[in-house]
């Protein structure tokens, strides 16, 4: 195992009892939970700071440059909680744009917070409004990102922004077989899916159908801002997208496997329950290092949009 400490590796100068990695592939940001044996008070004398940069590597995980956002001295333990996204990323802000692209935004939400940025599929569409009301920058980002069917997450310096559908495509990263001995649950909520979303803002009103056999209709509570017919239709597919993918989903504890991350495909085999085989999408991993065990959540994929 490595702990590196603003660069360097002080894995071996450390008494580690405690590491938990959770990764998510949308709408939080990855943490690293680490707590440390330290009777000695040898923490607080190095002075760790807010900001200062981990990273915690065992095999083939990795979890890239973090930040630290908190530090707890207690009882002889030391308790670091670190996260991908940095703690700038809490500043609210109020701004406004007209004619902006979707990747114009992206690249200035990274340079604003020292992060470099990486599409994945996503299409680079033009707004001709967006309105920043007292909000933080990947907050604003990642709703806007729900909206057009897509996600964003932050990773080792790099905002990331991926296309659902298009990453449902790709060829899967490895496969996993959850044998006999295999702990797992696995949920079928497909009756509680939408057949369409019908979006309207002032004149303009958009409607996105996936099944037309389904009457269930999904209107946002909470109102949306759009500027034409067009975007509205695309932004009710994106919201019926973010509510349905959901309908079939599950997970699975094994012995730590370092091997797998969110957001990835994975072919999935399980013994005991062969109508869930074949290929699925992870949302999250909860890698225990100290524990020796891994937790994949992953859901299906969703054909059609």
């Known amino acids: 195992m490595n702990f590196y400490y603003n660069g360097t590796d002080i894995y071996n100068d450390v008494s580690v009892n405690y590491c938990v990695h959770e990764m998510f592939a949308e709408k939080q940001a990855d943490t690293l939970v ?43 333990l030391f308790t670091i909680r670190a996260m991908s996204m940095p703690k700038t990323a809490k500043i609210r802000k109020s701004k406004s744009w007209e004619g902006v692209r979707f990747l114009q935004l992206a690249n200035e939400f990274a340079g604003n917070h020292g992060l470099t940025f990486k599409n994945y599929g996503c299409e680079d569409q033009v707004y001709p409004y967006i309105k920043q009301d007292n909000e933080g920058d990947f907050s604003l980002f990642s709703r806007l990102c729900m909206l057009e069917g897509c996600q964003m997450l932050i990773f080792d310096g790099s905002l990331l922004a991926y296309n659902e559908h298009y990453i449902e495509q790709q060829e899967p990263a490895g496969s996993l077989t959850v044998d006999e001995n295999g702990v797992f649950t696995y949920e079928d909520n497909r009756d509680t899916m939408f057949g369409s979303c ?108």
């Open 34 to 76: 680490i707590r440390f044996n330290d009777t000695k008070g040898i923490w607080s004398k190095w002075q760790p700071a807010a900001g200062d940069t981990v990273r915690f590597k065992e095999g083939a995980s990795d979890t890239g440059k973090m930040f630290i956002h908190s530090m707890k001295p207690e009882n002889g």
């Open 198 to 305: 019908e979006v309207a803002s002032g004149s303009y009103s958009g409607k996105y159908v996936a099944d037309a056999s389904n009457s269930a209709v999904l209107r946002p509570e909470i109102p949306i801002q759009v500027t034409s017919n067009a975007e509205a239709a695309r932004f009710a597919k994106g919201l019926l997208r973010n509510a349905n993918k959901y309908g079939r989903k599950g997970q699975f504890s094994k012995a730590l496997m370092t091997g797998y991350a969110a957001a990835s495909l994975l072919t999935l085999k399980t013994t005991k329950a062969s109508m869930w085989d074949g290929t699925v999408f992870v949302y999250k991993v909860r890698h225990d290092f100290v524990g020796n065990k891994s937790t994949v959540y992953f859901r299906d994929l969703l054909e059609g949009y």
